[in-house]
C-alpha cells in the first residue's frame, strides 16, 4: 500500500470519516471563502452530459429559522394537536448547524442522458461536499427526513416540480464526540465476475 504521497491525508481522511448528528454541532460555520471552496469541489463530479443537473441553497442565519418555521407550519396544519415541544423541533431543524446545503437535484428526461445518471450525480454531489467539508474541518451529517419529501415544503423553499432534494448537509463544528457505525463485511458485498 503505497499511496502518493500527497494523497496519505486523503486516504487517511476517507477511512476515518463519519457523520455527526447535527444536535453535536455548533458554530462557527464555514466562511464565505470556505463555502465558495466546498461548493466549487462539490460541483467537480462525473456529470454524463456536462448537464448540471442539480443546484444548491444555502440556508444561513436567519433563513435557517425561517425554514424552520415553515416546517412546523406545515406539520401543525397537518395535525393541530402536535405537541408544543414537537414543533419547536422543527422550528429548530434547520438551526442546529451553522450552515445547512440543500442539494437539489434537476434530473429531468432528457434524449441521450438517463434520469437515473443525473440522479446519482447529485448523490456524488453530496458527498463531494461532505469529503470537502470535512477535509476543511468541519463535521457534517448528510440528511433528507421528511421535509425532503414534502412537495409541499419543497415548493416553499423554491424548488420546481421536478426537482428533488437529494440531501440537507448540514455543517458545523464538532460539539461533542462521534459513535463510528459498524461498516459493511466486504466479503458480503464483493463478489469477482468468473473468468
Ligand atoms: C440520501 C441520504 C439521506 C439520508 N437521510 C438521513 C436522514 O434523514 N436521517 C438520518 O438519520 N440519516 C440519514 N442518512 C444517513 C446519514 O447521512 C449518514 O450516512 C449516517 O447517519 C452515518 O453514516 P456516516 O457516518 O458514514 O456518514 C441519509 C443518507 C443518505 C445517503
Redesign the pocket.
Known amino acids: 500500500m503505497n499511496p502518493r504521497p500527497e494523497f496519505n491525508e486523503t486516504i487517511a481522511l476517507l477511512k476515518r470519516?463519519?457523520?455527526l448528528?447535527p444536535q453535536g454541532m455548533k458554530g462557527p460555520g464555514p466562511s464565505p471563502a470556505e463555502v465558495e471552496l466546498m461548493l466549487t469541489i462539490a460541483a467537480r463530479v462525473p456529470d454524463h452530459g456536462k448537464l448540471a443537473p442539480w443546484r444548491f441553497i444555502l440556508f444561513e442565519g436567519l433563513a435557517r429559522e425561517r425554514a424552520g418555521a415553515i416546517a412546523a407550519t406545515l406539520l401543525s396544519q397537518d395535525d393541530p394537536s402536535l405537541p408544543e415541544a414537537r414543533l419547536q423541533a422543527e422550528r429548530t431543524r434547520f438551526s442546529r448547524a451553522p450552515l445547512v446545503v440543500g442539494v437539489v437535484s434537476r434530473a429531468a428526461p432528457h434524449v441521450k442522458i438517463p434520469e437515473w445518471e443525473q440522479q446519482l450525480s447529485a448523490?456524488a454531489v453530496?458527498m463531494s461536499l461532505?469529503i470537502s467539508a470535512n477535509a476543511l474541518g468541519f463535521v457534517?451529517?448528510?440528511?433528507?427526513?421528511w421535509c425532503?419529501y414534502d412537495r409541499r415544503f419543497c415548493a416553499a423553499i423554491g424548488l420546481a416540480p421536478h426537482e428533488r432534494i437529494?440531501?440537507?448537509v448540514h455543517i458545523g463544528r464538532a460539539n461533542m464526540a462521534?459513535e463510528?457505525?459498524p461498516?459493511p463485511d466486504l466479503a458480503a458485498i464483493v463478489s469477482r465476475f468468473p473468468a
Open positions: 470519516r463519519r457523520s448528528p448523490g453530496c461532505v457534517t451529517a448528510w440528511l433528507t427526513e425532503a437529494a440531501g440537507f462521534s463510528d457505525r461498516r
